[in-house]
Each structure stands twice: as structure tokens, then as C-alpha cells.
């Protein structure tokens, strides 16, 4: 197939740890035009996609088949304290690009996540009614809606506990415990209150590639196999990295932390893959095998 009959896709906010793996998942068989605010990657141009106009003219001159809207602000304690750039970025923003994919008549990509329940349930389906707890929650589940109710195709992907990229990227849980023992301790101090469930950035993509291949528009919960909480991911990381007898995972309960990590957080985040069981189209691996394969992959040599 040569390259002018590829098709086309708009990558917004493909600068972070979800963006890297999009780019390696699709750039093989779509031709792609990934932005962002910060262009950290050769392959990435600049990007502010809460200037509607700005975003609506690239994306325009682009003409691309489908419009990815990848970017957010993550850090919970960042969107209470920063909360109008927290809706600005995390759900104005959102609502341009609905407008833009609308105008286009092509079907757009959202990611959401599994943070805007409120942890009241052991599991949550891609049915179950969420109930965001803080501004991070509430800001990516008005995008949710918006989406949902005004985009003419799409796709909404929720995500778990996110990890890829490695330590240029990753600025979630496993880059923060890898860091801490690149830093020498021999102490995880690791809360036993939070459940959720992995999320490898790569497992995601694909399986965002697959449903729009199919054209299965809609809303997924789409995160790795197996549930599990904070405290069993950093034991099997512990374990992956062959660190059992050097390394304590001492349990704390979510008030170690509350200082550093003050924004209200579900007790439990843990998504179950419903919908892409009942539709036989879940290719999500199990998060152990993902950890230790992103692990292997993304840190070789980073603890030397």
C-alpha cells in the first residue's frame, strides 16, 4: 500500500506516556500528525489544543480519516489547585475537539478513566454510573458526557492505573517506585487501600487500533486483566526486579501519604472489560505480564 492512500490520523496531546505508545502502535500503517504543548519527540509538532481556532485550522489543513484527543492534565493534587486550567485543558478542550471531528464528519477517540467512580463498589462496568469524587474526576468525566452525547462517532476508552513509557515519560505510579530504588532505598512505603487495575499503554492502543478498525464505536472500560490494588503491584515489581531480599514493601494506609497526595481518591478504581468481553474483541493482557514485559522493555540497565 503506498503511502498517499493511508489512512489519516490527528493525534492531539501525543506528548506524554499514552501518546508514545499511539505513536509506535499506529505509525506503521496510518500516517499520522501528533501534537502537543510540549514537543519533546522529533516526530511531534506544536500544539495548544485550547485554542479552538489553532486546533481547528491543523487539524483542518491535516484532513485526517480520525481525531485522536489524547492529552489531559493528570495529577489530581495539580486539577484541585489549578482547577479553571483543570476544566480548561480536561474538558473545554475536549468539547473543541468534538466540535472539530462533528465539523469533519470523521470519529473521534477520548480517553477516560477509571477515576471518576467514587469507589463505592468493589468493580465498576462500563455501565455503572460514575460519581467523580474531585476536580481531576469531575473535569475528565464532563469530557466523558460531552463526547457521549455530542460527538456523531466516537470513541470513549477508559483507562486504568496507566504505565509505558518509561522513566522519560512515565510520571505515574511505577516510574515513582523505579525512581525511589534508582535512588537507593531499600524501604516501599506502599498504601493497602487503593484497589485498580493496571493499564500498559501499549496493550491500550492496540486495542483501540482493533475497535476502530471494526468500527465498534461506543464507550469501553479498557484496562489490563486482573485486579489488584497499590500494594500488589509494588510487591511484583519487587519480585520482577529480583529485589525480594533487599527491598521491604512496608504497607501504609492512604494517611502516610495524605500530605503529598491530598485529593480524594476511590478506595477502588477497578474497571471490568464488559463490554469488550461481550463484543469478543478484548485483547488486554494480564498486568502482571505487561508489568514485566514493560519492565524488561522501557528499564533495562535504569537500576545499574
Same mark, same amino acid.
Given at each position: ?8 490520523? *490527528? ?28 514537543? %519533546? ?5 506544536? =500544539? /495548544? $489544543? ?11 489543513? $491535516? ?12 495529577? =489530581?493534587e ?6 479553571? /486550567? ?6 473545554l478542550?475536549?468539547? %473543541? ?8 464528519? @470523521? ?8 477515576? @471518576? $467512580? ?21 473535569s #475528565? *468525566?464532563?469530557?466523558?458526557r $460531552? ?14 492505573w ?19 530504588? #534508582? ?5 516501599? &512505603? ?13 496493550? &491500550? ?10 468500527? &465498534?464505536?461506543? =464507550?469501553?472500560?479498557?484496562?489490563c ?15 520482577? =526486579? ?19 497526595? &491530598? ?18 474483541? %478484548? ?11 514493560? @519492565? ?9
Amino acid at each position: 500500500m503506498s503511502n498517499n492512500t493511508r489512512q489519516r490520523i *490527528y493525534i492531539a496531546g501525543c506528548g506524554g506516556m499514552l501518546g508514545e505508545a499511539f505513536h509506535k502502535v499506529f505509525s506503521a500503517e496510518y500516517e499520522l500528525r501528533c501534537t502537543d504543548i510540549d514537543v %519533546n519527540a522529533e516526530w511531534l509538532s506544536m =500544539l /495548544d $489544543f485550547r485554542d479552538r481556532d489553532a486546533y481547528l485550522r491543523d487539524v483542518g489543513d $491535516f484532513a485526517p480519516d480520525y481525531l485522536f484527543h489524547l492529552g489531559a492534565h493528570t495529577s =489530581l493534587e495539580y486539577c484541585e489547585t489549578h482547577q479553571d /486550567d483543570a476544566y480548561s485543558t480536561n474538558t473545554l478542550a475536549v468539547e %473543541n475537539a468534538v466540535q472539530i471531528g462533528n465539523r469533519l464528519d @470523521i470519529p473521534m477517540l477520548y480517553i477516560s478513566t477509571a477515576g @471518576i $467512580f467514587d469507589g463505592e463498589q468493589e468493580t465498576y462496568d462500563d455501565w455503572d454510573q460514575p460519581k467523580p469524587l474531585g476536580v481531576y474526576a469531575r473535569s #475528565k *468525566y464532563l469530557g466523558e458526557r $460531552f463526547v457521549v452525547e455530542n460527538a456523531r462517532r466516537y470513541l470513549v476508552c477508559r483507562a486504568g492505573w496507566m504505565m509505558g513509557a518509561g522513566p522519560a515519560k512515565d510520571k505515574k505510579f511505577v516510574e515513582k517506585l523505579m525512581k525511589q530504588l #534508582k535512588d537507593g532505598a531499600t524501604e516501599l &512505603f506502599v498504601v493497602n487501600d487503593k484497589l485498580g487495575t493496571p493499564t500498559y499503554t501499549h496493550d &491500550f492502543a492496540r486495542n483501540v487500533k482493533l475497535l476502530l478498525q471494526k468500527e &465498534f464505536w461506543g =464507550l469501553y472500560n479498557m484496562v489490563c486483566g486482573g485486579a489488584t490494588g497499590r500494594l500488589e503491584v509494588a510487591n511484583e515489581l519487587v519480585r520482577i =526486579l529480583g529485589l525480594q531480599d533487599t527491598v521491604n514493601v512496608v504497607p501504609v494506609d492512604s494517611g502516610h501519604w495524605k500530605e503529598i497526595y &491530598f485529593a480524594a481518591r476511590p478506595p477502588s478504581e477497578r474497571l471490568v472489560n464488559r463490554k469488550l468481553d461481550l463484543r469478543g474483541v %478484548n485483547i488486554m493482557r494480564d498486568w502482571r505480564i505487561c508489568l514485566e514485559e514493560y @519492565i524488561r522493555e522501557y528499564y533495562k540497565g535504569y537500576l545499574k
